[in-house]
């Protein structure tokens, strides 16, 4: 099995989620008066772009914890880059960064998520990052024409 390196986050006030770093950009943290609006969706600038943001907990379908949502705390972003474009991920918290060795041991059927597994002794969901991008409608995999 091939020992990854994850980000432990939370999701929700019960559930874990892991993202494994090969897939993860950075880690970045946003105060929240920095987030606007583009059509619809919520952006921030970043690095000289604007940096779409995706919900987590919206596409997964699971409440955000009480914490995430309350005004002062700054936005937990997971940035996404793939040929020289961003996106953010919002995740309530960032838990903790493990290295870990990884077997899916539990397929899971939830749209965005790859499966379940154990990390540091708990059930923990493993995050299908671009299965969540595609999901948000973002067009963010198009090629640029």
Do not use: C, W
Not at 25 to 34: C, G, H, Y
Not at 49 to 65: E, K, Y
Not at 103 to 125: E, F, R
């Amino acid at each position: 099995h091939p020992t990854f390196y994850a980000y432990v986050l939370s999701n929700g006030d019960r559930d874990r989620v892991a993202i494994p770093l090969s897939v993860a950009a950075r880690l970045e943290e946003f105060p929240r008066e920095k987030i606007e609006r583009a059509g619809q969706k919520d952006v921030v600038q970043y690095r000289d772009q604007i940096l779409p943001l995706i919900r987590v907990s919206d596409i997964l379908q699971t409440a955000p914890s009480t914490t995430a949502t309350s005004g002062e705390a700054p936005m937990q972003v997971v940035v996404y880059t793939e040929q020289g474009r961003s996106i953010g991920l919002v995740v309530d918290s960032i838990n903790d960064i493990v290295e870990t060795a990884f077997t899916l041991q539990h397929q899971n059927s939830t749209a965005g998520l790859l499966g379940s597994t154990v990390v540091q002794g708990k059930v923990t969901d493993v995050l299908d990052v671009r299965a969540v991008i595609k999901a948000a409608g973002t067009g963010f995999f198009q090629t640029a024409t």
